[in-house]
C-alpha cells in the first residue's frame, strides 16, 4: 500500500519539544500547561492542514509526455504537465520514476504551482546505451499551506520509449548536405581536380566557369555564353561495415566504439542518399549479422535505422576472412567500403591484413579505427617519479603504433583514417566527400 499523507519535520520537532517540557514539568509545573497548550495549537494547526490539502480528491493531475524514440549520446527533452485545482498556491516536490538505464535514484525537482493554473516542468535526458527504456510512475508531493502537511500524489505513467542510433546527429547533417553547407559542420570543403563525366545541366557563363566547359551550340542558340555543368557521379554504392567483436566494447565517455561507428555509420549513410548515391550496411563479427543491400529508395533510411538500433557488441574476435567471402559472394559492383574497426597492436593488424588486401582488391576499402584518447591524458599529464617515465614511454610506444599501422595500410594501397571517437562523424564525412571529389570509386 502507497502511503499518501506524511508529516513535514517541524510536526516532529513540535511535538519532540514538548515531550521534552512534559519531563522538565516534573521539577517545573508550569511548563505543563505550556506543553498543552503547544499540543493543542500544533493539533489544530495540523488539521486545518490537513483539511485544506484533503479537500478535493483530485487536487493535482500530471502528466508525462516523451518522444517517440530518444536519441543516443544527445539531450533528449521530457515534458511533465501538472494542473493545480486546490483554491491555493502550493510547493510540490516531484519524483520522476526514471528507466533503471539513469541510475538516477536522486531525480527530484521543485515547483510551485498557481491556483487552477496548469504548469510544465521540462528536463533532458542523455541515454549512453541504445535499447527499449521504461519510465514509471509520477509522484508529486504537495506541501500544505501551513507546510505542516503533505500529501502525496501517485500517477500511473509507466511508458515504453526506445533509444535508436542518434538522429538528432543524422538530420543536422542532412539538413547541411541538402542546402550545400555541410562545411559549417566541420566538413571541409575540397577543390575539384577536372570534372565528373555525370552531366547535370547547361546554365549561362558567369565568371570563374572553366572555359572548357563551353558549349557552343547552345551559346549560338541563347547568343549568349552558355556552358556544360557537371555533377559528381550517382548511384555509387556506399557499405558501412562494422565490426561487432570485442574490440569495439571499449567505453569512451560512456559510449563504447561500437555507439560511435553506429552514429557516424546513420550520418554517413544519409548524406550518401542525399548527394544520389546507394547506402548499403553489413555487421559482423565472427559470422554475418546483417546485411543491407545498398539502394537508395525512399525507405532506405529506414530500414538501416532499424537495423542499427538493434546491433551489440559480442565478446569474441570478428572473423575478416568470412567477411571477404560474403563481400565476393554479395557485391557484385565496385563500392566504397568504409570498415569501423579497431586495432591495438601492429601484430592484431598483420594478422587481418591478408583478408583487407583481398578485399581492396575489388573495392575501394577505407579503414577507420581509433585512437586511445587515455593515452593522450597520459603523455600530458607531469611526471613525478621513475614509474610515470615508464608509464609515460610504453604510452608513446602505442601511440607511435597506431601512426606505424595508418603507413602500414597505406603501403598496401588501403586508404585509412586514425580518429577519436569525437571526431569519427566529422572525419568519416570528409573523407567520404574527398573520395567524390577525387573520383576514386
Same mark, same amino acid.
Given at each position: 500500500?502507497?502511503?499518501?499523507?506524511?508529516?513535514?519535520?517541524?510536526?516532529?520537532?513540535?511535538?519532540?519539544?514538548?515531550?521534552?517540557?512534559?519531563?522538565?514539568?516534573?521539577?517545573?509545573?508550569?511548563?505543563?500547561?505550556?506543553?498543552?497548550?503547544?499540543?493543542?495549537?500544533?493539533?489544530?494547526?495540523v488539521?486545518?492542514?490537513?483539511?485544506?490539502?484533503?479537500?478535493?480528491?483530485?487536487?493535482?493531475?500530471?502528466?508525462?509526455?516523451?518522444?517517440?524514440?530518444?536519441?543516443?549520446?544527445?539531450?533528449?527533452?521530457?515534458?511533465i504537465?501538472l494542473?493545480?485545482h486546490?483554491?491555493?498556491?502550493?510547493k510540490?516536490?516531484i519524483?520522476d520514476?526514471?528507466?533503471?538505464?539513469?541510475?538516477?535514484?536522486?531525480?527530484?525537482?521543485?515547483?510551485?504551482?498557481?491556483?487552477?493554473?496548469?504548469?510544465i516542468?521540462?528536463?533532458?535526458?542523455?541515454?549512453?546505451t541504445?535499447?527499449?527504456?521504461?519510465?514509471?510512475?509520477?509522484?508529486?508531493?504537495?506541501?500544505?499551506?501551513?507546510?505542516?502537511?503533505?500529501?502525496?500524489?501517485?500517477f500511473?505513467?509507466?511508458?515504453?520509449?526506445?533509444?535508436?542510433?542518434?538522429?538528432?546527429?543524422?538530420?543536422r547533417?542532412?539538413?547541411?548536405?541538402?542546402?550545400?553547407?555541410?562545411q559549417?559542420?566541420g566538413?571541409?570543403?575540397?577543390?575539384?581536380?577536372?570534372h565528373?563525366?555525370?552531366?547535370?545541366?547547361?546554365?549561362?557563363?558567369?565568371?570563374?566557369?572553366?572555359?572548357?566547359?563551353?558549349?557552343?551550340?547552345?551559346?549560338?542558340?541563347?547568343?549568349?555564353?552558355?556552358?556544360?555543368?557537371?555533377?559528381?557521379?550517382?548511384?555509387?554504392?556506399?557499405?558501412c561495415?562494422?565490426?561487432?567483436?570485442r574490440?569495439?566494447?571499449?567505453?569512451?565517455?560512456?559510449?563504447?566504439?561500437l555507439?560511435?561507428?553506429?552514429?557516424?555509420?546513420?550520418?554517413?549513410s544519409?548524406?550518401?542518399?542525399?548527394?544520389?548515391d546507394?547506402?548499403?550496411?553489413?555487421?559482423?563479427?565472427?559470422?554475418?549479422?546483417?546485411?543491407?543491400?545498398?539502394?537508395?529508395?525512399?525507405?532506405?533510411?529506414?530500414?538501416?535505422?532499424e537495423?542499427?538500433?538493434?546491433?551489440?557488441?559480442?565478446?569474441?574476435?570478428?572473423d575478416?576472412?568470412?567477411?571477404?567471402?560474403?563481400?565476393?559472394?554479395r557485391?557484385?559492383?565496385?563500392s &566504397?567500403?568504409?570498415? /569501423?574497426? %579497431?586495432? @591495438?597492436?601492429?601484430?592484431? *593488424?598483420?594478422?587481418?591484413?591478408?583478408? #583487407?588486401?583481398? +578485399?581492396?582488391?575489388?573495392?575501394?576499402? &577505407?579503414?577507420?579505427? /581509433?585512437? %586511445?584518447? @587515455?593515452l593522450?591524458t597520459? *603523455?600530458?599529464?607531469?611526471?613525478r617519479? #621513475?614509474?610515470d +617515465?615508464?608509464?609515460?614511454?610504453?604510452?608513446?610506444?602505442?601511440? /607511435?603504433?597506431?601512426?606505424?599501422?595508418?603507413k602500414? *595500410?597505406?603501403?598496401?594501397?588501403?586508404?585509412?583514417?586514425?580518429?577519436?571517437?569525437?571526431?569519427?562523424?566529422?572525419?568519416t564525412?570528409?573523407?567520404y566527400?574527398?573520395?567524390?571529389?577525387?573520383m576514386?570509386?
Amino acid at each position: 500500500m502507497i502511503r499518501s499523507f506524511y508529516f513535514n519535520k517541524i510536526v516532529y520537532y513540535i511535538a519532540g519539544a514538548a515531550a521534552i517540557l512534559y519531563a522538565l514539568s516534573y521539577f517545573i509545573p508550569s511548563f505543563y500547561r505550556i506543553a498543552g497548550l503547544m499540543l493543542v495549537l500544533l493539533g489544530v494547526a495540523v488539521l486545518i492542514d490537513m483539511i485544506l490539502v484533503y479537500s478535493k480528491n483530485k487536487g493535482i493531475t500530471a502528466s508525462r509526455e516523451l518522444p517517440e524514440r530518444f536519441s543516443v549520446g544527445d539531450q533528449n527533452k521530457v515534458q511533465i504537465r501538472l494542473t493545480n485545482h486546490y483554491a491555493f498556491t502550493v510547493k510540490t516536490s516531484i519524483i520522476d520514476e526514471l528507466p533503471v538505464q539513469f541510475q538516477d535514484r536522486n531525480w527530484i525537482r521543485k515547483l510551485i504551482l498557481q491556483a487552477d493554473q496548469p504548469a510544465i516542468l521540462d528536463y533532458t535526458l542523455r541515454p549512453e546505451t541504445r535499447g527499449e527504456y521504461t519510465f514509471h510512475d509520477i509522484n508529486v508531493f504537495v506541501h500544505a499551506p501551513l507546510k505542516l502537511v503533505r500529501r502525496r500524489f501517485v500517477f500511473e505513467q509507466e511508458q515504453v520509449v526506445k533509444v535508436y542510433p542518434s538522429y538528432f546527429q543524422m538530420r543536422r547533417y542532412q539538413l547541411l548536405a541538402m542546402s550545400n553547407r555541410l562545411q559549417d559542420a566541420g566538413v571541409k570543403k575540397i577543390r575539384k581536380l577536372g570534372h565528373s563525366m555525370e552531366f547535370e545541366q547547361i546554365k549561362e557563363y558567369v565568371r570563374g566557369d572553366d572555359y572548357r566547359t563551353i558549349n557552343w551550340k547552345a551559346s549560338a542558340r541563347k547568343q549568349d555564353l552558355m556552358v556544360n555543368n557537371y555533377t559528381d557521379e550517382r548511384s555509387q554504392q556506399i557499405y558501412c561495415l562494422i565490426n561487432k567483436g570485442r574490440v569495439m566494447k571499449m567505453p569512451f565517455h560512456g559510449m563504447t566504439l561500437l555507439d560511435y561507428a553506429i552514429n557516424a555509420s546513420l550520418v554517413l549513410s544519409n548524406v550518401a542518399l542525399v548527394r544520389q548515391d546507394k547506402a548499403g550496411l553489413i555487421t559482423f563479427e565472427k559470422n554475418l549479422d546483417t546485411f543491407v543491400l545498398a539502394d537508395k529508395k525512399p525507405t532506405q533510411m529506414n530500414q538501416v535505422l532499424e537495423t542499427l538500433y538493434k546491433q551489440k557488441t559480442d565478446f569474441r574476435e570478428a572473423d575478416f576472412e568470412k567477411l571477404f567471402s560474403v563481400i565476393r559472394n554479395r557485391i557484385t559492383n565496385r563500392s &566504397l567500403l568504409v570498415l /569501423f574497426t %579497431n586495432f @591495438e597492436s601492429m601484430e592484431s *593488424l598483420q594478422r587481418e591484413l591478408p583478408a #583487407l588486401r583481398k +578485399i581492396a582488391k575489388y573495392h575501394l576499402l &577505407l579503414v577507420i579505427f /581509433f585512437e %586511445n584518447t @587515455e593515452l593522450k591524458t597520459v *603523455l600530458e599529464g607531469k611526471t613525478r617519479s #621513475l614509474e610515470d +617515465i615508464y608509464i609515460k614511454t610504453i604510452a608513446e610506444k602505442f601511440v /607511435f603504433e597506431k601512426k606505424l599501422m595508418v603507413k602500414e *595500410l597505406h603501403k598496401n594501397g588501403i586508404p585509412s583514417i586514425l580518429t577519436t571517437p569525437e571526431g569519427l562523424t566529422v572525419n568519416t564525412v570528409n573523407k567520404y566527400l574527398e573520395l567524390k571529389t577525387r573520383m576514386s570509386i
